[in-house]
């Protein structure tokens, strides 16, 4: 009968208010709808939906529980293997993962569960602070994680519970990683990471803000003050941009700092925050994956009246999450697709004042399988825009590979390292996450972490390199 229920529809702000705040816009399942949705959960023997997940969450098991009536019980299944929970139960595109690979998904819809992953932490943030208890340092061996983000903060939770003392280096004055700078408040409250990261506290791990490792310190220094080994999990914070003329105007910004500005530094609350930021009356975010949605999202919340996608291929080839791009298209947002911009236009005074496009056809899928976008002669348009953001991704953070001797990385700059135990060409340092792969997914990089913590475990324990 589990087959013949619907699958449950998460509430959510209507659009029409909700271009008007930056507050988060699913609103939550309550208990009732929890346990419905989870009571569509067949169950299987060979749960093939736990293949789909990176960091292998019992799904079946924490379903069960929850159906059973024991949400508490349900996070504490969630968290043997996953320590960032409200936040993948959020971001995660399970749409891709867990969720394709239901079997209810081969005649209907499948589980939502991802829905009921965010229900269960959600419900352990408000009944039950912090659930889990302080684990032992018993093992008197010190790991150094350089970086917060997800990568980071997942190897930190796995080792603190083997029972090694850990300690986090962040850069900026928040952790949290891209979870903090990059995701708007409207898809994943700041709160909920910094509860994750509290929680991560009261396990024991220690958290370094404000300690930029490569520049006074570096991965050395670490080595030979004491810590044993080191993971780096620095992800992908260096913008890539067009290469087109007049990109340097002013009001061209990389989605990064845009979404850096509004996110970490609160630009959106400003004066009340001494962020500024250029809001403009007509945006042009070029880009079609989520942060390339989130910028657009932003910039709408930011008060400006009319905000366009411009991407150069079509909505199928668009690799944001399809419930992002549905959201964007209920708040308003335009989509320019089959578009690729050839320069940006300045006035007098340096301002950017206009984007001159092409129109693209598609030709022959190219080496990700997508189809190239093919510049279509004599189609050039011109739109008038006061603001543009660029979101077409970012390379790989370079200061580490710089300042470590003996550290080995790609012609793109990306970390080499061994994609199952993230073990890097120097002795006693890992890596993992966007750092290695370039930029992925939340999950893709707690899956890395999760590796990165049983290797790291595995070396100190054996000495074996």
Not at 139 to 167: C, E, W
Not at 422 to 443: E, L, N, P, Q, Y
């Amino acid at each position: 009968m589990a087959d013949k229920i619907p699958r449950q529809k998460m509430p959510q702000q209507d659009p029409a208010k909700r271009i008007h705040n930056f507050n988060e816009v699913p609103l939550g399942y309550d208990e009732n709808t929890a346990v419905l949705e989870a009571s569509r959960c067949l169950q299987c023997r060979r749960p093939t939906c736990v293949e789909g997940c990176p960091v292998n969450i019992n799904i079946p098991g924490f379903i069960k529980a929850l159906k059973e009536g024991n949400p508490l019980e349900a996070f504490a299944v969630i968290k043997q293997t996953n320590s960032l929970p409200a936040v993948c139960g959020r971001v995660c595109p399970q749409e891709d993962q867990c969720e394709k690979l239901c079997v209810l998904a081969k005649k209907g819809e499948p589980v939502a569960i991802g829905n009921l992953e965010r229900y269960v932490a959600d419900f352990e943030r408000e009944k039950e602070h912090y659930a889990f208890q302080k684990v032992k340092a018993e093992k008197g061996k010190k790991v150094a994680i350089i970086g917060s983000g997800p990568a980071g903060l997942t190897a930190a939770g796995d080792l603190a519970r083997m029972g090694y003392s850990v300690t986090v280096f962040e850069a900026l004055h928040k952790a949290g990683g891209v979870l903090v700078y990059g995701i708007p408040e409207f898809r994943l409250p700041k709160d909920i990471v910094q509860y994750e990261v509290d929680a991560l506290k009261a396990m024991g791990v220690t958290i370094e803000l404000s300690r930029v490792i490569g520049t006074a310190e570096t991965v050395n220094d670490l080595l030979s003050s004491g810590f044993d080994a080191v993971f780096v999990a620095t992800g992908a914070g260096l913008p890539l941009f067009l290469d087109i003329p007049g990109e340097n105007l002013q009001g061209v910004y990389s989605a990064n700092e845009y979404l850096t500005r509004s996110n970490l530094m609160k630009a959106y609350r400003f004066p009340e925050y001494d962020t500024p930021i250029v809001k403009g009356d007509r945006v042009a975010v070029v880009g079609g994956g989520n942060v390339a949605m989130d910028s657009a999202r932003t910039a709408l919340r930011l008060g400006s009246k009319e905000v366009y996608i411009i991407y150069r291929r079509s909505k199928k080839e668009m690799p944001a999450r399809i419930e992002e791009v549905e959201r964007a298209e209920e708040e308003g947002i335009i989509f320019k697709l089959l578009t690729n911009p050839v320069r940006f236009i300045g006035d007098e005074k340096g301002r950017i004042k206009a984007v001159e496009c092409i129109q693209m056809e598609l030709g022959e899928p190219d080496a990700s399988g997508r189809r190239s976008p093919i510049p279509v002669k004599g189609s050039e348009f011109i739109i008038d825009i006061d603001v543009a953001i660029i979101a077409i991704g970012n390379g790989p953070n370079p200061l580490i590979p710089k300042t470590t001797p003996g550290l080995d990385t790609t012609k793109r700059g990306n970390i080499v390292a061994d994609p199952q135990t993230m073990k890097t060409s120097k002795r006693g340092v890992f890596a993992g996450g966007d750092i290695v792969t370039g930029a992925a997914t939340v999950i893709q990089a707690m899956g890395a972490g999760k590796k990165a913590a049983k290797a790291i475990d595995e070396y100190l324990s054996t000495g074996v390199w």
